[in-house]
């Protein structure tokens, strides 16, 4: 089991930025592949951004690729996500999420093949 804990949501400004965390504890956290994921009112999750479980990997949503970053650091058991130049249709819910995986090359960006999530953290951007 994976347990995973996100922090750092708020609300900002349009243009402004944020740092999600997401503390993972339980199993080996280098064994994962972590991803990003949003969920807005009404609307069905979709996923934001992943990285492999060394760090070397990184795939992002053509919606936010180029204003955010996800990074990994193994020794903290800690993912993050670092938002910049915010919109207002970036608001939503954001989870973190983890499935086993020593893969360099391929990752997974469906909700489905995701094993564990965080509760969430919202995320509010205003005009």
């Known amino acids: 089991q994976v347990q995973l804990v996100e922090s750092g949501g708020g609300l900002v400004q349009a243009g402004g930025s944020l740092r999600l965390s997401c503390a993972a504890s339980?199993?080996?956290?280098?064994?994962?592949?972590m991803g990003w994921f949003r969920q807005a009112p009404g609307k069905e999750r979709e996923f934001v951004t992943a990285?492999?479980?060394?760090?070397?990997?990184?795939v992002y949503a053509d919606s936010v690729k180029g204003r955010f970053t996800i990074s990994r650091d193994n020794a903290k058991n800690t993912v993050y996500l670092q938002m910049n130049n915010l919109k207002p249709e970036d608001t939503a819910v954001y989870y973190c999420?983890?499935?086993?995986?020593?893969?360099?090359?391929?990752?997974?960006?469906?909700?489905?093949?995701?094993?564990?999530w965080g509760q969430g953290t919202q995320v509010t951007i205003s005009s």
């Open positions: 990285i492999s479980w060394s760090g070397g990997r990184t």
């Open positions: 999420a983890a499935y086993e995986s020593r893969s360099t090359v391929v990752i997974r960006r469906s909700t489905v093949s995701y094993d564990y």
């Open positions: 339980g199993r080996t956290f280098s064994s994962y592949a």
